[in-house]
C-alpha cells in the first residue's frame, strides 16, 4: 500500500510568482483535501476534490486553484503570492465522502515566499 | 461558525502522572470529533475518533455536548506520547477544522 507523497518537499519562490505543489494519493482513495499550515497553527481547509472536481473550499482567495487528475493525484497551484502564503502545505487522502473521517496525510510541501 | 479551540499551546507532565489535553468546540449541527497526533518526524495521523467510543495507546476522548467540549485523556502518560495533538472537527463536505495543537512533554 502506497502512502500519500507529495512534492517538492521544500521550494523557495518570491512574491508575485506562482507555485504548483503536487500530491499522489494513498491507493484506493479517490478524495483529496489540501490545507494551510502556517506556523504554530493547526492546518487549514484550503479544500477538497473528488472525481476531478471542486466539491468544498475554505476561506482562500481565488487565487488558489486546484486539479485532481484520472489517477487521483492532485495538484494545488498560488498566483501572484504573497508572503503570508509561506507556510507548509498538506495534502491528505481519504476514501470517498471521507469515510469514517481518517484523512491520510503527506509529508507536506513547506513554500517560503521571500 | 465552526471553530476549534485548544487552550494550550504545551502541556509538560512527568512519566506515569495523568494527562488531560482540552479542545472545545462550536458547530450548529450534530459534531463529529477527531483527535490527529503528529510524532517527530512523522506524518500527521488520527489517533481517535469520538464515534468509535474506543481506547487508543490508552488514551480516550469523550464527547460532551454540553460542554461542548471533547477532551483527551491518559491516565499514565508515557514518554512515547510526546508528540503535537491536534484537535479537530469533521463539518460539510469533510471539511476539517483543526485546533492550533498543543504539544504534550512527558518528561522522564
Known amino acids: 500500500e502506497t502512502g500519500v507523497t507529495q512534492s517538492p518537499t521544500h521550494l523557495i519562490k518570491t512574491r508575485g510568482q506562482q507555485v504548483t505543489l503536487r500530491c499522489s494519493s494513498q491507493?484506493?482513495?479517490?478524495?483529496v483535501s489540501w490545507y494551510q499550515q502556517a506556523l504554530g497553527q493547526g492546518p487549514q481547509f484550503i479544500f477538497q476534490?473528488?472525481?476531478?472536481?471542486?466539491?468544498g473550499r475554505g476561506n482562500f482567495p481565488p487565487r488558489f486553484s486546484g486539479l485532481q487528475f484520472p489517477n487521483y493525484s492532485s495538484e494545488l497551484n498560488v498566483n501572484a503570492l504573497e508572503l503570508d502564503d509561506s507556510a507548509l502545505y498538506l495534502c491528505?487522502?481519504?476514501?470517498?465522502?471521507?469515510?469514517?473521517?481518517?484523512?491520510?496525510f503527506g509529508e507536506g510541501s513547506r513554500l517560503t515566499v521571500l | 461558525a465552526q471553530r476549534v479551540t485548544q487552550p494550550e499551546k504545551l502541556l509538560s507532565v512527568f512519566k506515569g502522572a495523568p494527562v488531560e489535553l482540552k479542545c472545545n468546540y462550536s458547530?450548529?449541527?450534530?459534531?463529529?470529533l477527531f483527535w490527529y497526533v503528529q510524532y517527530s518526524r512523522q506524518r500527521l495521523q488520527l489517533l481517535l475518533r469520538?464515534?468509535s467510543r474506543e481506547s487508543i495507546k490508552g488514551f480516550t476522548a469523550d464527547l460532551n455536548k454540553g460542554e461542548t467540549s471533547f477532551h483527551l485523556k491518559k491516565p499514565f502518560a508515557q514518554e512515547e506520547d510526546s508528540a503535537m495533538y491536534y484537535c479537530?472537527?469533521?463539518?460539510?463536505?469533510?471539511?476539517?477544522?483543526f485546533g492550533s495543537g498543543t504539544k504534550l512533554n512527558v518528561k522522564p
Open positions: 476534490y473528488y472525481r476531478e472536481e471542486e466539491n
Open positions: 458547530y450548529s449541527g450534530s459534531p463529529e
Open positions: 479537530a472537527l469533521r463539518g460539510d463536505f469533510n471539511k476539517f477544522y
Open positions: 491507493s484506493g482513495h479517490n478524495t
Open positions: 491528505a487522502s481519504s476514501l470517498a465522502g471521507g469515510g469514517t473521517g481518517e484523512l491520510f
Open positions: 469520538h464515534i
